[in-house]
């Protein structure tokens, strides 16, 4: 008997542990964006990250490219079109100079993120759902709210520029 | 005994899960960089994003900052200072003009991460370890190997710079 509690008390605990370390992949929350349907997936924060970027121009961001477990393993192994079940999250804030770094090197050196900026944007493959895009649905949201028709309707236009890379400009960063 | 072999095997399944899933903290591997003794910690590259940024001049890069488990949690709550065992990794790439939306957008637009480039660091926090550096200690990886003793030298000089945010250039992008 109390080996059986010992095992169930190691069951809780692990449970916990995955509850609490595993990133989220299918779950979404809240409010759904117009034309894809697509949610905001729950805990994306936590997901692990493939690539980096800067915008000029009117964007003028820096931003971070991550993926759910689906994602990171095709960035990872190259495979091409990425698998249904892959959802990727484009993540942008204001691009800021560093002053504390500007002192230290004496001259102008490092822009970090600031405040976010250019709302979060999702890809989610679903090949079949989305088969008049490439297998993709698009989402834009806008502090947590979906934005509206006419910004997701420039997503896909956007990126068949890079059909042949699945429509995804990003590459995974070592 | 029908359910504790099905227990069990819950067990293993989980305890399978959290090794697979499960961010590295503390163990490492490789060869140990000199000064600090700071080794690479095991999958870091799993670890979840702090924040991003692009260093001008002769660094040329763009990078991530990425946090062990201690160091997200830190630095989300705004914990100052980290507590042992935080590391904080800094990850850094070739600032590569991305063609492909230059095109999309008819004008420059956008860089992205290329090849690694300015090796990896790590901060390791050890306030009794480290106490003689404000509890931090520093590593430069290239290529997966410490770099020589004159480079060490230089990280502590230059994060003094910020000693009053516990020695971190950089803040949680949320």
Request: charged residues 20%.
């Given at each position: 008997?109390?080996?059986?509690?010992?095992?169930?008390?190691?069951?809780v605990?692990?449970?916990?542990?995955?509850?609490?370390?595993?990133?989220?992949s299918g779950?979404?929350?809240?409010?759904?964006?117009?034309?894809?349907?697509?949610k905001?997936?729950a805990r994306?924060?936590?997901?692990?990250?493939?690539?980096?970027?800067?915008?000029?121009?009117?964007?003028?961001d820096?931003?971070?490219?991550?993926?759910?477990?689906?994602?990171?393993?095709?960035?990872?192994?190259?495979?091409?079109?990425?698998?249904?079940?892959?959802?990727?999250?484009?993540?942008?804030?204001?691009?800021?100079?560093?002053?504390?770094?500007?002192k230290?090197?004496?001259?102008?050196?490092?822009?970090?993120a600031?405040?976010p900026?250019?709302?979060?944007?999702f890809?989610?493959?679903?090949?079949r759902?989305?088969?008049?895009?490439?297998?993709?649905?698009f989402?834009?949201?806008?502090?947590?709210?979906p934005?509206?028709e006419?910004?997701?309707?420039?997503?896909f236009s956007c990126?068949?520029?890079?059909?042949?890379?699945?429509?995804?400009?990003n590459r995974?960063?070592?």
């Open positions: 008997m109390r080996r059986i509690v010992f095992v169930l008390v190691a069951v605990a692990l449970a916990s542990a995955v509850a609490h370390m595993a990133p989220a779950q979404a929350d809240g409010e759904t964006a117009p034309i894809f349907g697509v905001i997936p994306y924060r936590d997901w692990r990250l493939i690539s980096v970027a800067h915008e000029e121009g009117n964007l003028n820096l931003r971070a490219i991550l993926g759910n477990d689906v994602a990171i393993k095709a960035s990872r192994e190259g495979n091409r079109p990425f698998p249904d079940g892959t959802i990727i999250a484009r993540l942008a804030w204001s691009y800021v100079r560093l002053e504390e770094s500007e230290a090197f004496g001259h102008l050196q490092s822009f970090v600031g405040p900026k250019n709302g979060v944007q890809m989610v493959k679903d090949s759902k989305y088969g008049a895009t490439g297998g993709w649905g989402a834009q949201f806008d502090d947590g709210k934005a509206d006419a910004v997701q309707k420039t997503c990126h068949e520029t890079v059909k042949a890379r699945d429509f995804v400009f995974y960063a070592p």
